[in-house]
T-cell receptor, first 117, second 110 residues
Framework: GAVVSQHPSRVICKSGTSVKIECRSLDFQATTMFWYRQFPKQSLMLMATSNEGSKATYEQGVEKDKFLINHASLTLSTLTVTSAHPEDSSFYIC?????????????FGPGTRLTVL | GENVEQHPSTLSVQEGDSAVIKCTYSDSASNYFPWYKQELGKGPQLIIDIRSNVGEKKDQRIAVTLNKTAKHFSLHITETQPEDSAVYFCAASKGYKLSFGAGTTVTVRA
């Protein structure tokens, strides 16, 4: 149980284009999902917290107009990187909390490797 | 905010030996401490967690200890195997926001 999927697993795009990444909880409902960014050989940095049916909460320094987050259902959150540039190239990982478990446990997806040319 | 420090940054052990990774946290209100294993190109996988009302937890070859007074917690892996080679992250949270350590790259030598 507690499986989180992400799609796509990797994407290469041209500078200036937008890219959408999907995060799904497959066997549980997730009121809250999280989006992280990880640069090579570094730790995970929280970008934003996504709550079902409401606006996302962004961490300091993260541009909300550049990283659009939508959490339309209890099993799906999307991250759209708008007008992507090479510096946005990174490993993007989502996680989800199982609302029924009433714990702080977060389960992570497999990540999406974004490369902007 | 919460600050989590993790040591060592790299750890090389002989197969069959034990590995220990230590983390300290700054916020005494933190009450949940998970450990994640991340293999190259993959997302983090939860391997064990502990809550502030417990001092020790064990799951087969993996154990975690928590010292609330000193604000530190440790991961212990016994009888290490080559498949234990990965990057390990500790984290601390109160509520739901996780603060991660910098990670430890563990290499198990055959």
């Amino acid at each position: 149980g507690a499986v989180v999927s992400q799609h796509p697993s990797r994407v290469i795009c041209k500078s200036g284009t937008s890219v959408k990444i999907e995060c799904r909880s497959l066997d549980f409902q997730a009121t809250t999902m999280f989006w992280y960014r990880q640069f090579p050989k570094q730790s995970l940095m929280l970008m934003a917290t996504s709550n079902e049916g409401s606006k996302a909460t962004y961490e300091q320094g993260v541009e909300k107009d550049k990283f659009l987050i939508n959490h339309a259902s209890l099993t799906l959150s999307t991250l759209t990187v708008t007008s992507a540039h090479p510096e946005d190239s990174s490993f993007y990982i989502c996680s989800a909390r199982d609302v029924s478990a009433r714990t702080d446990t977060q389960y992570f997806g497999p990540g999406t490797r974004l490369t902007v040319l | 905010g919460e600050n989590v420090e993790q040591h060592p940054s790299t750890l090389s052990v002989q197969e069959g030996d034990s590995a220990v990774i230590k983390c300290t946290y700054s916020d005494s209100a933190s009450n949940y401490f998970p450990w994640y294993k991340q293999e190259l190109g993959k997302g983090p996988q939860l391997i064990i967690d502990i809550r502030s009302n417990v001092g020790e937890k064990k799951d087969q070859r993996i154990a975690v200890t928590l010292n609330k007074t000193a604000k530190h917690f440790s991961l212990h892996i016994t009888e290490t195997q080559p498949e234990d080679s990965a990057v390990y992250f500790c984290a601390a949270s109160k509520g739901y926001k996780l603060s991660f350590g910098a990670g430890t790259t563990v290499t198990v030598r055959a």
